[in-house]
Each structure stands twice: as structure tokens, then as C-alpha cells.
């Protein structure tokens, strides 16, 4: 959301540009007043930055935090103890003592299973609040900000290295993942479990543990280079790249060229779209789920959660390798906890979007207001 956001506002530029060349902010040959353009400027760059922080709150604690809670949360079972009638027959009243029990029945326990915590954001941040406190919310920002920070260097300096060809970016971008896994799944750890009296920088994960992550974070960082990579192929195979660079040249082509086109775009966004659901999506599933497996014992999770993965994973003391496999960790993230978790990344672009509404209305709102009539169309 927040790369649309980005686009909008170059568009934006590009479109006043243009009108500005067209002679469209001029009147009988001389330009039109432009009341304060200072204070216009002033304005539109406070609400972009509010803009931005809003839109990137919105992500982490919803997208972020609320989602990898949604991928961890085991739903727990509560037990009811029955005690089993003296006899099933109707007329029981009629028979004697002895004839109506006469072999002793144990109590039938009956599990219920209990309607999940991060089934929605509000009972979610509820919890996690009356857990961690009032700032549970933005739980891991610290180590976050850490990550994004040695990320953004890290993959700087290696795009020097590898070259800056499409491929050897994302080869960068797969090697900067692994060699930032421990961080990332230090992360997880914060986010997952109940506050803990250590610092973040005291819990990094030991570097045996980051060897058990190696392999998913690989999956899942070319899982996410695949969303660019696919549609970008397929937009220079189609060979789109002059319809939008220069829109002109559409309306020159015939009817039946024109359709083609539109085909082919749509089929470069729907590419993007199942690569994100059916690679991305259980990727990134698989990949925090064996991180979570791998919390350490002193700490407690802040949902319920099943350390052994219906008993697919031993512990290190009892001999066991004390992580979950990829394969595991997918299969026990029921149809259930699925459907839960893409109804929240809905929820959040629904979010997003309305959010983003009300910031470009706000900007036309101020631009009218510093204004007055003078309106950018």
C-alpha cells in the first residue's frame, strides 16, 4: 500500500507538470494566482508524512504483529466433566436399584474447543494489551527498526558486489534475508512471547538455532523476489512496456490489439496475485512457524501455543531436534487458521485503503481551504 501511495503522489506530480505545460493554470496568457504555495506546500508534506507513519502503523501492528500471532496461535480445548445417566430407558423410575445400574460408569469428559484469540483484531489487541500493557502494540518495533536499518545496508552494499542486473538484485536481496535470519527470527520471538525482563539485543537466538532457519528463510525471501520477478517477465514478454511509457500509442491500435493488451495486463497483475496466495502466503506461514518452534523454554507465548506441533517435535533434552520441519509446520496451520488469517490481510487492505481515501481527500480539502476556489485538476 505504501508503494501505491508513492505511485499516487508521482502521478500526481507528473499530472500538474503536464497541465502546467498545457497552459491549463494560465488565463488569457498569464498565470493564474496561485494563492500561498508555501503554505499549500507546507500542508501537502505534513499530511504525506502523517500519511506514511499512519499506513505503516496500520502494517505492522495489523500486518505485522496481529498476523504472525494469527500464524502461531494453537486453539485451546476446554473439558466437560458428564456424568453419565443412571439408565436410558424411559420407564428407569419403575426398575429397581439394582436393575438400573448395575456395572459402575465413569464421568465422560467432552473437549470444546474455545473460539481462538486472534479470530478478530480487537480481542486480539485486547489481549496482547492486557498482557504486555498499552504499547503491546508495537511490541519488536525496536528490533524491527534494527532489522530494516541493517537490511537496507546490507543490501546496498551487496547489490555493489553482485551488480545491479534484475537478477543479481535478487540474489542480493536472498543472501541479505539469510544472513539477517537470527534478527529476523528474534523478532518473532519478542512479538510471540510474554515481556520479558531481558533486553531484545540479550535474546538473540544462538547461532545453532539460526542454522535450523537457514533453509526456510531462503524459501521464503525467493518466494518474495518471485512477486516481482514473475510479473516483470511477464510484462517485458508481452512487451507493455511502450503502452506506458507512452499511452498515445494504445488508442492507435485496432480493437482487437487493444483487447490483447488489456488481456496481457491482466494477466501480468493476476501472476503477481497467485504468486503472493500460493508461494509467498505458505512461505512466509512456514517460515514463522518454525522460528516460533524454535522460542526458548524459559519464555511463554502470549497466545496459546503448541510447542510440539501435535506432537510432531521433541525437545532438545528428550534427544529430539527441537524444531518444527517445513512440511510440519504447514500441515498444522489448519484450514481454519487459513481462512482466519487472509480474512485479516483483507481486513488490512481494507484498512489501508480507506485510510489512504482519507488522506488524499484531506490534501484536496487543504488545498481548497488555502486556496479558495483554486482547484488542481
Known sequence: MSGIAHHLVKRGIDATQE??????????????????????AAALIITSVAWFFALSAVQYIYGGVVATLTMIETPTATAFKVDPAESDEADAPLLSVDEKNPIPTEPE?????TKPITSKIRTTIRHIVAEAGPWAR?????VALAYHF?????????????????????????VTAIILCRLQMLWTHVVISTPSEKKWYRRFP???SGRKIIFPTAIWAIAEQATIYIPVTLFLIFDLEGYFSNPNSFNDLSAMQQKSVMLASLAVMMSGVATAVLVVFPASVTLKRVQASLLPEENDSIVPFDRTFGGKVQSEVVGGNGVVSMLDAWKTFDWAARFRLV??????????ASTSVFFVLLAVFEVRMINGDYVLY
Not at 505545460?21 to 500561498?36: C, I, L, M, V, Y
Not at 469428559?109 to 474447543?113: E, Q
Not at 508495537?138 to 525496536?142: S, T
Open 150 to 174: 541493517v537490511h537496507h545496508i546490507l543490501l546496498q552494499a551487496l547489490t555493489m558486489v553482485f551488480g545491479r542486473s534484475m537478477i543479481m538484485q535478487s540474489f542480493a536481496a536472498v
Open 109 to 113: 469428559l467432552f473437549y470444546v474447543k
Open 206 to 208: 544462538t547461532i545453532e
Open 138 to 142: 508495537f511490541r519488536g518495533l525496536q
Open 19 to 40: 497541465k502546467y505545460r498545457s497552459g491549463a493554470f494560465t488565463q488569457n496568457g498569464e498565470d493564474k494566482p496561485f494563492g500561498h504555495p508555501h503554505v499549500v
Open 343 to 352: 480474512k485479516l490481510y483483507a481486513k488490512v487492505f481494507a484498512i489501508q
